[in-house]
């Protein structure tokens, strides 16, 4: 694997397991705010990351050893009002930066395999942005947000608010891979 991809996979792995655990931290601090909803949506976005680490961590297998990630990391945690915040903060720099940047590295290297590991949580990471708003939005004038069922993707992370679909809009997963959280 080209040095650069390989790197790019070592960094969205960092990335991706950190915003797991960040999300999991703040499911349970919205939690004890009372507002159910936007720890469920936590818990669903948590579980999202979880699989885009797994599909980064899995085009790394040739590797043995290791190797230091740099990712971005969102620090300060407060309350929901707070987590939300810095939950969009970095959902923004996956979208704007650091996905677009390494799928046209990994074009350009032919890394298709990694290319692809990108691109499924590029889409995702847009869908989390949208959810992390509207919950913003409920949160800052006091109020849980109102959410239908979330479906998240078990092979792609892809997210969305309602009833799985037929095929995973990214990676064409059947109905049957997704997981609800309600
Ligand atoms: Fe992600
Ligand atoms: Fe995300
Ligand atoms: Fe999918």
Redesign the pocket.
């Known amino acids: 694997m080209k040095k650069m991809t390989e790197q790019h996979l070592i960094n969205?792995f960092g990335?991706?397991s950190q915003?797991?655990m960040r999300y999991v931290h703040f499911a349970n601090q919205a939690e004890k705010e009372k507002f159910g909803n936007v720890a469920r949506l936590f818990r669903a976005?948590a579980h999202?990351?979880y699989?885009?680490?797994g599909d980064h961590y899995w085009e790394l297998r040739h590797l043995e050893g290791g190797f230091v990630a740099n990712s971005m990391a969102a620090f300060g945690p407060g309350d929901t009002r707070k987590n939300l915040k810095l939950a969009i903060a970095g959902?923004t720099y996956?979208i704007e930066e650091m996905y677009p940047t390494y799928i046209e590295v990994a074009k350009f290297q032919g890394e298709k395999g990694a290319q692809r590991s990108f691109e499924w949580?590029y889409s995702?990471?847009k869908m989390?942005k949208m959810l992390y708003e509207k919950a913003l939005e409920s949160v800052n004038s006091g109020t849980d947000v109102e959410l239908g069922s979330i479906q998240v993707c078990e092979v792609c992370?892809y997210t969305l608010e309602g009833e799985a679909p037929d095929r995973c809009p990214i990676c064409n997963a059947l109905k049957d891979q997704f997981t609800a959280f309600e």
């Open positions: 969205a990335g991706e915003a797991y976005i999202a990351e699989i885009h680490a959902e996956e949580s995702t990471e989390h992370g």
